[in-house]
T-cell receptor, first 114, second 114 residues
């Protein structure tokens, strides 16, 4: 059974803290993505990676960074958490078998910044 | 730039009736793929259906079909014979060859009434 696993389901952090969200996939996928999901805004792409150590900005990268040191792991970093980063964060991965390759998602991390 | 638009924040449908969820997209790449995902209240993302830009026929998967109108840049999801379990958020998504980004629309919340 294919799996994308996010390290935490729920997280509460204080303003100004450095926050790490971890995502691990076991499908040997090349591509990994981080999204945030907010009501009425859908899923917005923060960053994605198409290979180890490679990263590309998505539509809303400000305030975030990422790290991909190993193929199976893609980390999202909030350098200095702010209350407007309170959201649901979703990680996804896909292979390189063509445009129609299905994306698999983690269970999501609901982050609250207080 | 790529863009996906879902203009229906919420929809209601009577059980056993058909419903169409709208999706329009924009890309300058002639080669792209369009997806629909379902997100029940549990939060998981479930892949429903895929349409490639060069596919001659509209995609179908069981009760799901994709009404693909390339000239209009629309990829509407049609659910036939709605069931109570179809109540969920539905997201349209697109991936093209320019960088491999996978982007999503704002989502449509479908409620099926008994």
């Amino acid at each position: 059974d294919v799996k994308v696993t996010q390290s935490s389901r729920y997280l509460v952090k204080r303003t100004g803290e450095k926050v790490f969200l971890e995502c691990v996939q076991d499908m040997d996928h090349e591509n990994m993505f981080w999204y945030r999901q907010d009501p009425g805004l859908g899923l917005r792409l923060i960053y994605f990676s198409y290979d180890v150590k490679m990263k590309e900005k998505g539509d809303i990268p400000e305030g975030y960074s990422v790290s991909r040191e190993k193929k199976e792991r893609f980390s999202l970093i909030l350098e200095s958490a702010s209350t407007n980063q309170t959201s649901m964060y979703l990680c996804a991965s896909t292979g390189n078998s063509g445009l129609g390759t299905e994306a698999f998602f983690g269970q999501g991390t609901r982050l609250t910044v207080v | 730039a790529q863009k996906i638009t879902q203009t229906q924040p919420g929809m209601f449908v009577q059980e056993k009736e058909a419903v169409t969820l709208d999706c329009t997209y924009d890309t300058s790449d002639p080669s792209y793929g369009l997806f629909w995902y379902k997100q029940p209240s549990s939060g998981e993302m479930i892949f429903l259906i895929y349409q490639g830009s060069y596919d001659q026929q509209n995609a179908t998967e069981g009760r799901y079909s994709l009404n693909f109108q390339k000239a209009r840049k629309s990829a509407n999801l049609v659910i036939s014979a709605s069931q109570l379990g179809d109540s969920a958020m539905y997201f349209c998504a697109m991936r093209d060859n320019q960088g491999g980004k996978l982007i999503f629309g704002q989502g449509t919340e479908l409620s099926v009434k008994p």
